[in-house]
């Protein structure tokens, strides 16, 4: 084989598997990204939960063929940690303002459009926006003061069941998933001797 013929398989083998791994890492319809649901917290606060179905109706497509069914299984607030967003100091007072993208989100262990899954949990699980982070706080003479932020959600865990047509019969799948909705930015504060060092993950 000439390496004119070698350069050419190389290239288009190249080419087919990034081709496979952009299909497999990322599903429009599963949204296979979001491995892991948040973590559990409790939250009295009801805050403004976004992508309610009363203000944002489904336009994207349902399932074909024969619905799918869902079982609720737990509802609780969970929250995803960003992280220390702002610092200032010595002394004084910090603030953090500013814009961060929100959204709410899902995963299913089986394959389920998120029309589907909208209208089992009751909101657009594919609905996203921005927010603004707004928080103030004085610091301790001495000391650098940082400024944390959470992503609160709204988490329904669900089972569900599809039914998937092969060669004239219906085949039976079952399966368990999560959906979140955003609802509000919880905010912590903490202090440190230098501003090369930041607090401890507050959720530890």
């Known amino acids: 084989m000439s ?13 087919l598997s990034i081709s496979s791994f952009s299909v497999f890492a990322y599903d429009h319809n599963t949204n296979e990204q979001q491995k892991l649901p948040p973590k559990e917290i409790y939250d009295s606060d009801i805050g403004k939960p976004i992508g309610d179905l009363t203000d944002n109706p489904l336009f ?76 103030s706080h004085d610091i301790s003479d001495g000391k650098y003061g940082h400024i944390g ?3 609160r959600f709204n988490v329904k865990e669900f089972d569900v069941t599809t039914y998937v047509s092969s060669h004239g019969q219906l085949l039976k799948k079952e399966g368990s998933g999560w959906a979140k909705q955003w609802y509000k930015y919880a905010y912590y504060y903490g202090e440190t001797d230098s501003k090369y060092k930041e607090p401890p993950n507050p959720h530890n």
């Open 3 to 15: 390496k004119k013929l070698i350069a050419v398989f190389l290239v288009l083998s190249l080419v």
């Open 149 to 151: 932020l959470d992503d």
């Open 60 to 135: 994207f497509k349902r399932s074909t063929g024969v619905p799918p069914t869902f079982k609720i299984k737990r509802t609780y607030k969970g929250y995803d940690w960003r992280g220390w967003k702002a610092q200032g100091g010595k002394g004084g007072s910090v603030s953090l303002s500013k814009s961060f993208g929100i959204s709410n989100g899902f995963n299913s262990s089986i394959s389920v459009s998120a029309y589907d899954i909208s209208a089992a949990v009751g909101f657009n699980v594919s609905y996203s926006t921005s927010e603004t982070a707004t928080y």
